[in-house]
């Protein structure tokens, strides 16, 4: 059984194209999103859009949210780009999901608002170990999160804990990031493989959409990041 992981579209749309073209290659079973399909960039509706109508799961993320519930006042592009009925939807997302595959309890939501304060792979042992144990209190053997926005993969005690990377606003490498999770759903003694891939996508594309869409707030910011691969405010 083969998963796709990703998240953070944030509105590119050329990459959000670029992932559908490389999910369709793979022919993957099941399609999660890890959460935050808008904000950033210029087309947020699209990648709204686009991830309801292709995902078989959607997690809410830290921006799915903030833009739903119009918690910032400088983000009323947004809103009104979505309308009041994706708005409603972005409020509605499960935080996360638990699925057993090759005999692994496996963990996945977007970062915050799970973690209070954004964790990364790198941080030490004690701020990961927490997250092992989800929400109803059942201990896991693998961990999966968004968020950072910069793909990593670690073993620790007790598990695996991997980033997916971002598709429309990748940190360190400019491309669409995302991962593979691929495991037997009844053969508890099969392998379990969790794979991270990078593809190109059309970056001159979504650097002119950005360029245009001069009221999107802080799209200066969105359109170093995805120049440069580093985090910009």
Avoid at 104 to 127: C, K, T
Avoid at 142 to 148: I, K, L, N
Wanted: aromatic fraction near 10%; charge should be negative; charged fraction near 25%.
């Amino acid at each position: 059984m083969l998963y796709a992981l990703f998240a953070d579209l944030h509105g590119n749309w050329p990459a959000t194209q670029a992932l559908e073209k490389d999910l369709a290659r793979r022919g993957v079973d099941h399609i999660y999103c890890l959460g935050d399909i808008v904000g950033k960039g210029p087309s947020s509706d699209r990648t709204f859009d686009w991830a309801m109508a292709n995902c078989d799961l959607i997690l809410g993320g830290n921006w799915d949210y903030g833009v739903g519930y119009k918690q910032y006042a400088p983000d009323h592009y947004y809103w009104e780009q979505l309308g009041e009925k994706r708005l409603e939807a972005l409020r509605n997302l499960p935080t996360e999901k638990t699925l057993t595959l090759s005999g692994r309890r496996i963990r996945l939501f977007h970062g915050r608002p799970i973690m209070r304060e954004l964790v990364l792979a790198q941080d030490d042992v004690s701020a990961i170990e927490p997250f092992f144990t989800d929400c109803n209190g059942f201990r896991c053997d693998v961990v999966g999160y968004a968020d950072a926005h910069r793909q990593a993969l670690r073993t620790i005690t007790p598990g695996i804990f991997f980033n997916t990377g971002s598709v429309g606003n990748a940190l360190g490498v400019t491309a669409c990031c995302y991962a593979l999770l691929e495991g037997e759903p009844k053969d508890a003694g099969a392998a379990l493989e969790v794979r991270l891939v990078t593809v190109p996508y059309d970056r001159d594309a979504v650097l002119n959409d950005a360029s245009q869409a001069t009221q999107v707030p802080r799209i200066d910011t969105f359109i170093r990041e995805v120049q440069t691969g580093r985090y910009s405010r």
